[in-house]
């Protein structure tokens, strides 16, 4: 069970949001390449990374950020989402050192776009799931889409992604606990790992996700918790790879 550290890039520096909105953002730090660092020095084995001025604009305005901490990282795994529209985004964030890209709306909005790129970059592409009541939300979550959350991911696993990462949205950034129980039900209508977003608050939490690991849920993305302190990383992974076995 990976614990996942979460940096979320807005106008160059490291915040967070409360559900989405960009109105309601805490800055962090403005450095979101030392604030990288600081999570490979407390342990973390990957990296989750947001360009969220991207995500609005449809184009990948952070790349540069994200390609320094890359470069500062070259063994660690790094995902990256946010404004990813175009096989040419996809191409030079793989070529900066990035792992995996995450596919958000346009995934949805435009579904033969996954199987695409899938294609052409086989074992590189993620899919972003955010969901509430079983239907899954797009555009910044402003509207619920009529997609079946589990009937939309079966299609994906098809189409070769990776994996999927699964956000409860109303409790992203809210510290109210994850969807340990969602997560779970949704890895099971798959193969492909499912890692888990959205609510990570304490030890109690990554105790939640470490109990389903047998259902497929491989990870947890902890944001907010990890910086204002309610979750102490590398106690969470320390505890995470006890429960499960290191894995």
């Known amino acids: 069970m990976l614990l996942i550290p979460a940096i979320d890039?807005?106008?160059?520096?490291?915040v967070r949001l409360r559900q989405g909105?960009?109105?309601q953002e805490t800055v962090f730090s403005e450095d979101?390449?030392?604030?990288?660092?600081?999570?490979?020095?407390?342990?973390?084995?990957?990296?989750?990374?947001?360009?969220?001025?991207?995500?609005?604009?449809?184009?990948?305005?952070?790349?540069?950020l994200v390609r320094d901490i890359a470069r500062n990282h070259p063994d660690l795994p790094i995902q990256v989402g946010g404004g990813i529209r175009d096989e040419e985004t996809i191409e030079a964030y793989l070529e900066t050192g990035v792992r995996f890209v995450i596919l958000g709306t346009?995934?949805?909005?435009?579904?033969h776009f996954v199987s695409d790129v899938c294609a052409e970059f086989a074992s590189h592409i993620i899919v972003g799931l955010d969901a509430k009541d079983g239907k899954v939300a797009i555009d910044g979550w402003s509207k619920l889409s009529h997609h079946d959350l589990a009937d939309i991911a079966q299609h994906f696993e098809n189409d070769g992604v990776e994996a999927i990462i699964y956000t409860d949205i109303s409790r992203d950034g809210m510290l109210s606990g994850v969807n340990a129980q969602g997560a779970a039900e949704l890895a099971e209508t798959v193969r492909i790992?499912?890692?888990?977003?959205?609510?990570v608050r304490s030890l109690d939490d990554?105790?939640?996700?470490?109990?389903?690991?047998g259902s497929g849920v491989v990870g947890g993305i902890t944001g907010r918790a990890i910086y204002e302190g309610t979750l102490d990383f590398t106690a969470g992974q320390a505890l995470a790879d006890e429960l499960s076995g290191g894995d």
Do not use: F, S
């Open 9 to 14: 890039i807005k106008g160059g520096r490291c």
């Open 21 to 23: 909105d960009m109105k």
């Open 32 to 64: 979101p390449v030392a604030m990288a660092d600081r999570w490979v020095a407390a342990g973390a084995r990957r990296l989750h990374i947001v360009d969220l001025d991207g995500a609005t604009q449809g184009r990948a305005v952070n790349a540069g």
């Open 106 to 111: 346009q995934a949805v909005n435009v579904p």
């Open 193 to 199: 790992p499912i890692i888990a977003a959205g609510g």
């Open 206 to 213: 990554v105790r939640a996700l470490c109990a389903v690991t």
